[in-house]
């Protein structure tokens, strides 16, 4: 797909707002934004599946770098759509808000392993792209390693990497495990998706990693510590760019109730944080659990519980963003058919997470992972796993008119 607005050769910083004055649209673009409020397209496809030396291509996430790039990111599964075994996270570029990609390029190469889930961040410090991601070996599954039976080399692992050069190249990936791990956790996963940097309040400049990890049964249980209540939710950030990390909020309830998995997470107006969990089937009605940080991530305001205006969401990965802004709304994104991953939609919500609406269905056709991208001040981005026959045919991503998200 051609867009037609295209970048003067050798011109390597974005179209400001400043620049689109004379075409009357300098009130559509956020500052930093590429000119992408004048191109044509809806939607593209930056991965299918079966190119590029990979079978499948799974677990997107995507963000917009300071100089207007967009970076989707995905895991490219070389053996087949498992998630284990040999898998790169790869990363391709779009310059012009989506509508066409670069070159694929490897971030992580799995070499044998799996590396996977990425989270990448903005610093809005240095606006250097931090991504993080998980490792396992790739002899060993996510069920052996939340069995305990898995050594420690084998084990999960996360790692970050920064790029100085809007996203063309990346460091060597860095183990961060000592600190973003505790020691008695067994299974470990970062995101997926775009992970937040915190742009204003007391904690302005933190990045905020959601993720999940899972633990052992206690002593004397009959669990293996593969059953989905071992799960729980936690917290990374970092006040340095990336440089060091901590831990910050542990959700350990393991009682069965609220299993929370994948997290995603994003800045309200206000300073705080939201933070999404997929609930690995607990027992509690529903498949969506919410909460909110006033300390950037450090601790919850309360535990995870039930999101009931989300129950429409399967048991899968989403993903939250905050819009900038007055009066912009916070949105949703997930597929919409409580039984099966299908029908992607998107919700949004005008009270700060507490409830939220559905106001657009993207398709019928299969549906799972996603994240959300704001490409400009009329434009939102949706990087998506969709297929037709199967559900990992495809990474698709779609670009939506703000006006299209009013219930």
């Not at 190119?51 to 995507?62: L, M, N, Q, S």
């Not at 992970?195 to 933190?206: E, I």
Request: proline fraction near 6%; include cysteine.
């Amino acid at each position: 797909m051609t867009s037609l607005w295209k970048r003067p050769p050798g011109h390597n910083r974005p179209l400001w707002a400043g620049t689109l004055v004379a075409a009357g649209l300098a009130a559509l673009l956020l500052p930093g934004s590429p000119a992408s409020a004048a191109a044509s397209c809806t939607s593209s496809v930056p991965y299918t599946s079966g190119e590029g030396g990979y079978d499948t291509y799974r677990i997107p996430a995507v963000v917009e770098t300071r100089a207007g790039t967009l970076l989707a990111f995905a895991e490219g599964r070389v053996g087949g759509a498992g998630d284990s075994g040999n898998i790169d996270v790869v990363v391709k570029r779009s310059r012009d808000g989506g509508c066409t990609w670069g070159e694929l390029s490897i971030v992580a190469a799995g070499g044998g392993d799996t590396r996977g889930n990425p989270a990448p961040v903005i610093d809005p410090r240095t606006g250097r792209i931090v991504l993080l991601t998980t490792y396992n070996s790739g002899d060993v599954t996510e069920a052996q390693i939340m069995r305990g039976e898995a050594t420690a080399e084998q084990s999960r692992r996360a790692f970050v990497q920064t790029s100085r050069d809007d996203g063309r190249t990346f460091s060597a990936p860095r183990d961060i495990t000592a600190a973003a791990k505790h020691a008695d956790w067994r299974w470990y996963a970062t995101g997926p998706g775009h992970a937040v940097a915190l742009t204003h309040g007391r904690y302005a400049g933190r990045l905020v990693v959601p993720a999940n990890h899972s633990v052992a049964p206690p002593a004397g249980s009959t669990d293996t510590g593969a059953e989905a209540k071992y799960y729980g939710a936690h917290s990374l950030y970092s006040d340095d760019g990336g440089r060091t990390w901590r831990i910050g909020f542990v959700d350990d309830s393991y009682d069965g109730v609220h299993n929370s998995n994948e997290s995603t997470a994003t800045q309200l107006p206000d300073g705080s944080l939201y933070f999404n969990a997929r609930d690995q089937n607990g027992t509690s009605a529903g498949n969506r659990l919410d909460s909110t940080s006033h300390d950037g991530g450090r601790t919850l305001t309360r535990p995870y519980a039930v999101q009931p205006s989300l129950n429409e969401v399967p048991v899968v990965q989403a993903s939250v963003l905050q819009l900038a802004g007055r009066g912009a709304p916070l949105v949703f994104s997930g597929p919409s058919v409580p039984t099966a991953r299908q029908s992607m939609a998107l919700w949004t919500s005008q009270d700060r997470g507490a409830s939220f609406t559905k106001v657009l269905t993207l398709s019928q056709d299969k549906a799972a992972y996603s994240d959300l991208v704001q490409v400009d001040g009329r434009t939102v981005g949706l990087l998506y796993e969709t297929g037709v026959v199967g559900t990992y045919e495809k990474i698709v991503f779609r670009r939506i008119a703000t006006g299209d998200l009013t219930p």
